[in-house]
């Protein structure tokens, strides 16, 4: 592309946001505060204790085991990474051989917005139609059956993995029937299967069918996200059934290994003290069900029904410019016949009174 | 390698240090604690700000430009990562034409310590002996005018890129001259040159013939690191004259995108704001000073002589043995004869009191 | 996948083709015996001539001009490689930075059958959906533009390059009209066009209306395919306006630099002299006609409308059992209500008696 | 490196060679001509013989079988590819776990002559000191006791694999004690063993206490030289106990795969039928035999002692510009004082007459 204004890059510049800052009614994302304050808390009360790096430290240690006797596997392997595309790369390159790539939603945040980072480990992505995000179990059987009799699959990149978002970019979840599904075709075919975890927390409370212990039951591994769910930044990798040999070297080798293992740990450790991590999606998805209550009844259409703390609003052209005034939302797409889709998303940060008038805001729209 | 010892990598245990945690005396690295305490205030007092993700955010952009103010470079392009071997990778690649390798001393950072994080993007190390750590401008100049004359070249890995660390991994710095013969072959041979500042404030205090400024002008790019200056995490990577094209994307695709760019942008801001990056240095070095002159003074012996905030101090196997018992060293080396090298940082983080208790033992030591 | 019989690839075993060997009749592919027989002349001829290597050899020079002289481009650059994975991987790769991808027909040969060789490179293949094997200027275009406006774009894969076959793997070409279309939103978008010619000497057959010079001045890179027109093996890489730089530098990187650079020069010249290369393709598509003709004439399906060296019949699942017991097709896929596609190829070997013969097969298959 | 000089690389010219066409002496290396009689002879009266393509078919079957025999493992995997760095890159990928890297001597031809193409598939080559091309099994035991000792190791590359190549790229070869003690080294460190065989047949016939079974019984995988060693291209890939799983796809991700695989199957079926393998590395080590016993009788020095087919003479720069103009020979390295060390190679198509020719050619110049 040579478009000049698309060669501009740098330095980066809002992305998402119209107007992102100030103190106007924030629905934009769930990453737009800092920490939960249990976590800063806890940063400063630790913060001059001398510890080893690399994640030797004992609030490492602490925090893997918190998270596996959440999940119920003692002998799971757990790692702390930075970011969601880091983990997301890092985990997939190292648990795929070399003639194996990874089956996705053409919808999955590894498809389309990571940059390319899973085929520059050398991996295909390889995409089926999803359904709200959420790839079919169906279609994956389908998909699978018909690779296995190619007789010319040897020239052709082999399904090794399964990569599920939970919840979905686009809000929804998979329920326990159909992630049961989805692990039952993965172990007949021998593929891997991967759950990116970056919004566990607010699955964990829409999707209360599906508990830390089933992902850990389901999954050869699987993610659990602290960036969006209460963390300055950090995800846990949980192996439930040990991870890939030398998987710390892997860290290194791949930039994701922190000489303050202690940020990522500490945090952890917080989240999974007295249930946090529980309770932020649980307090997250209750005001996000008060928004998509207050739309219903307002008669406003939703881009796809959603459960967990991201909700999908259909606004006409007025009504998109008048709200953008006010409250931040992420803009999503422009529809046929000119009504926009907007993204709002709540977050461990969403305070009940944003809530109660990002509602009076809405119902102001249908009052005109 | 098939022993089983080696093969135990999961979960990470202290991988460098005998015994880091608890109240002994702690001189094992520079990234032993948790953040400079202005860092972690300004990290409380912006918390509840809603701010833009992906480096979007107003501090990022203030720490931007303090940071382009502060290297007397205003068409700088900064960028923010999160760790050392992170930005190493993705600066190197993305400053590489696909038939070039980097040139780093066989003691560098990239040539043993980073996993191979280098060559899994597809570039190789080409190692050229070290003195104390350094490189030879003798030296790369002879290798860069063999290169140039082989026949052969369009056979082997061009050397698009100068490597070095500063200070390196021996404590050392590089001079102004060294520095500046340096970069006058990088640029006489169209290399282009990159600096390794992971511990770049320490070396501003032990090497004040160079500033930011200098370096600037001298390296095509350089980083200035914060991990080991006063971070809970955090790297700045600074182009003099503009980054590679689409950088951002590189750094996305390499996972090194961090959904809350705030966090490192408030932190450079807080190092970049009233001198505090230098003034870390300084404290740090001047401690250093203390315990060298004390080396000095008592006798001791050291297996290079730096100048920074690193010190290798040799002992007997009888002096290392009683010394780890009461003081967190890092082992580096056994030497012929039995002696032991170890490794002494200090950071930020040292106390005034700390050293003096340091010199005490070491005073203790020679009285026996 | 783990059910045993996908493990078993050692050693190969016939991939695609029932029975290949012997002297059934034949039209299973277009590389199914060896070497022109002028090819193998000039092989014995030069045998004991002692030349240097790696492409360095009077006929490989001489090779590289006649191309020039063909494709009408006196500045081109021109290199030999041996098979077209690993021309499409090496040029591709050159060619595209690293945030880029390459976009692609779904059914494109580096889309599906090239065991994702170009993911291998680090980049993404972008697919958009092909009609008979072909990208649509439209759906280009469009795909062009909605990338160009979306905010997102520094999080996704920039389409750096347009990939067509020609022809394409369903036997279809593409039109003068078509291809300068798809030049056009290339250029306007700053993508570079390669054209994947594995099969070029029957596209210039079968669609007239493009020549090699219009390939040329249409095509930032095309290649001309010999392993399936004439070839031992080999396949030119023709750079219109110039190579990548280092390119050589790049092939050795790549493996596909020869020692014995003088076998693929020694072919592509006498390819290239006195029409070789456009005599092969004019026989083998004149014969194909003649297929296409027989099939229309007595009713036979085809699935999808060809005009080059591929035919794909579609039989009813006795007339293909009947069939390839005498005759060596190809199977292509089943359909829907148990009929079977099958392919035909012709090239430069298939004989006048041996299409007489398949279409007396055919007519007594209608006879029955 | 920006000299206008060096980014001169296309079209390729004459890289090693001052003039290698012609009729004068050539000794220049071993693959100036094209293929022995017996390859062209057989290619010739298969050409029309209808086969299965990617290696599926009767002769490729055939040379696999004897090879096998050959080497003595029935239960060998054995590929066929077209070059050697290919060959290498392929094979060593392949074996290497993402962690690893592998060991070679810094003259060899992967650390040097390979344009980086190990790196390119993300691994690192970690070089170690040879002598006469020869990597030493003391310094390979020292090396691995050391890394199996470093605290710091998961920050490290693991060794994986040891490359060696036979004869070495200095004409040198190991013996029977050599090898195996590498062998068990690796063995004991679990490394896997690669040997290149690029000219493996004159390494037969040079140091003949190491037979095809030897190699097969030493090696987890080596490769058997064709190009060099009589035919037009191709190498085969020896798996004694078995390759990699999908090796297939390997080959064909790295886009070395040949659709005529015939081209190497009945090159190598021809090379193994009737001893030809060795007669050509007999013939052409008694002619090098023959050039060493002269240099020796004339008093010529040799830049290092060989055994196989190629020879090192020392040249004083008078000798050199003479010879020169008369025989074609490689330039080595110009040694202090002025000398020239030269590179004089035989092969399966140097004649009797040329050694005769080339003596007294020698002769004459110390008679002068």
């Not at 992305?15 to 800063?40: R, V």
């Not at 846990?236 to 991870?243: K, L, R």
């Not at 999503?332 to 709002?344: F, I, K, Y």
């Amino acid at each position: 592309m040579n478009d000049a204004r698309l060669r501009r890059d740098v330095p980066p510049e809002p992305l998402f946001f119209g107007e992102g800052e100030g103190t106007m009614l924030f629905f934009e994302n769930d990453y737009g505060e800092g920490a939960h304050p249990k976590i800063l808390e806890k940063l400063w009360e630790t913060n001059r204790e001398k510890l080893p790096g690399y994640g030797a430290d004992r609030y490492t240690a602490s925090a893997r085991e918190k998270i596996r006797a959440a999940v119920g596997a003692p002998e799971a392997d757990v790692f702390f990474l930075a970011g969601g595309t880091q983990i997301n790369r890092t985990v997939i390159a190292a648990m795929l051989a070399p003639w194996e790539g990874v089956v996705a939603a053409d919808t999955g945040h590894i498809s389309v917005h990571e940059a390319g980072a899973v085929e520059r480990t050398g991996h295909k992505v390889l995409t089926l139609p999803g359904r709200g995000g959420k790839l079919d179990a169906g279609g994956l059987e389908d998909f699978v059956r018909r690779f296995a009799a190619d007789e010319n699959r040897e020239h052709m990149v082999f399904p090794g993995m399964v990569y599920l978002s939970q919840p979905t970019e686009y809000g929804t979840t998979y329920t326990a029937g159909e992630l049961t599904a989805l692990a039952g075709i993965c172990r007949a075919a021998g593929m891997r299967l991967y759950l990116d975890g970056a919004r566990l927390g607010y699955a964990l409370a829409a999707e209360p069918s599906l508990t830390l212990a089933d992902y850990a039951r389901l999954c050869d591994a699987f993610s659990i996200g602290g960036t969006k769910v209460g963390c300055l930044c950090g995800e846990a990798a949980v192996f439930p059934s040990g991870a890939p040999p030398h998987f710390l070297n892997t860290v290194k080798r791949e930039g994701a290994l922190a000489a303050k293992g202690r940020l990522a740990g500490i945090q952890f450790d917080v989240l999974f003290t007295d249930g946090l991590y529980g309770e932020i999606g649980r307090d997250a998805v209750r005001q996000a069900d008060r928004v998509r209550a207050a739309l219903d009844r307002l008669g406003y259409r939703q881009l796809v029904r959603t459960n967990a703390n991201q909700i999908f609003p259909v606004l006409t052209r007025e009504e998109y410019e008048r709200l953008s005034r006010r409250v931040s939302l992420a803009f999503w797409e422009r529809l046929d016949g000119g009504d926009v889709a907007v993204r709002a998303a709540t977050s461990w940060a969403t305070e009940e009174a944003d809530v109660d008038a990002l509602i009076a805001l809405l119902e102001e729209e249908k009052r005109r």
